[in-house]
């Protein structure tokens, strides 16, 4: 009977002692899996931010997220050409140029035979877009003696011109142009002048103030000096004007004697220059 409760007490104590052992085991591996889990977790976020770091070194590095760079210089170009024709603008180009002119002005048909040729003289404002581009804004007066006759009637007087000019002035490229006339800037005109006419004759009413807008084509040079601040020129304008009474003869007497002159035509002026560069 001993012996049997002894053995039974050394089973129970083995089965208490595995049990114990298997609970202590599971507990120790548990908490090493755990462990280990963290510690991979650990690694992994590690690498993947030093792999984040790399990426957007190595995408600065080769420049392809400058666009979103925000300390960045700001560059208002688009290519590199657009820069260079700019820089080359503002280092040999000019802004703003001024000129007085002086010059002779004549005319063609009708008034060929009614005016005598006469000094004009004025002044202009250019506005330079480019090199080759500007835009002239000008003030030019003329004054010139009336002779008409007819019937027998011999009549004097004086026409005065005065005239407001707009005209888009392009400049040639003599970069490619042998040294002797690269120095030559040539250039032509076109745009309008609204013209205001004033003539008198004595005795006659029909001589009176009138205007018209004339449009304007020519042509001319400049030649620079003074380290390209100043230059000197010449142009050549001619300009189609009609007035009001283009088609109607000039008489005398009150309309009782026709003189067969009719005032119409162009006029062509002569001007040189000298100005100003800014």
């Known amino acids: 009977m001993r012996r049997l409760l002894f053995r039974q007490f050394v089973i129970t104590l083995f089965i208490l002692a595995s049990a114990a052992v298997c609970l202590i085991s599971r507990r120790v591996y548990a908490q090493s899996d755990n462990s280990q889990s963290a510690a991979s977790s650990n690694s992994q976020?590690?690498?993947?931010?030093?792999?984040?770091?790399?990426?957007?070194?190595?995408?600065?590095?080769?420049?392809?997220?400058n666009a979103y760079d925000p300390f960045i210089d700001y560059n208002e170009y688009n290519t590199s050409g657009q820069e260079e024709a700019d820089i080359n603008f503002f280092e040999n180009g000019r802004l703003l140029s001024?000129?007085?002119?002086?010059?002779?002005?004549?005319?063609?048909?009708?008034?060929?035979?009614?005016?005598?040729?006469?000094?004009?003289?004025g002044g202009a404002f250019t506005y330079f877009f480019d090199l080759n581009i500007g835009l002239q804004f000008s003030f030019t007066t003329s004054s010139h003696n009336i002779s008409i006759s007819g019937g027998g009637v011999s009549k004097t007087g004086n026409v005065t011109f005065n005239e407001f000019g707009l005209d888009l002035k392009y400049y040639f490229n003599m970069a490619n142009v042998t040294k002797g006339l690269a120095s030559f800037n040539p250039y032509i005109l076109i745009g309008f002048s609204p013209i205001t006419r004033?003539?008198?004759?004595?005795?006659?009413?029909?001589?009176?103030r009138d205007s018209?807008?004339?449009?304007?084509?020519?042509?001319?040079?400049?030649?620079?000096?003074?380290?390209?601040?100043?230059?000197?020129?010449?142009?050549?304008?001619?300009?189609?004007?009609?007035?009001?009474?283009?088609?109607?003869?000039?008489?005398?007497n009150s309309g009782t004697i026709n003189t067969g002159i009719y005032p119409n035509g162009g006029i062509i002026t002569l001007l040189g220059f000298i100005g100003m560069s800014f």
């Open 45 to 65: 976020n590690q690498s993947g931010g030093s792999q984040t770091q790399s990426d957007s070194s190595g995408s600065g590095g080769n420049g392809l997220n």
């Open 198 to 208: 004033i003539s008198t004759v004595d005795g006659e009413s029909e001589f009176s």
């Open 212 to 252: 018209a807008v004339a449009f304007d084509g020519g042509l001319g040079f400049e030649v620079p000096f003074n380290r390209h601040q100043m230059f000197l020129g010449a142009q050549a304008e001619y300009q189609v004007v009609n007035f009001p009474d283009q088609n109607t003869q000039i008489t005398l």
């Open 98 to 121: 001024a000129q007085i002119e002086i010059g002779d002005r004549t005319f063609t048909d009708g008034f060929h035979k009614l005016y005598s040729d006469g000094m004009t003289y």
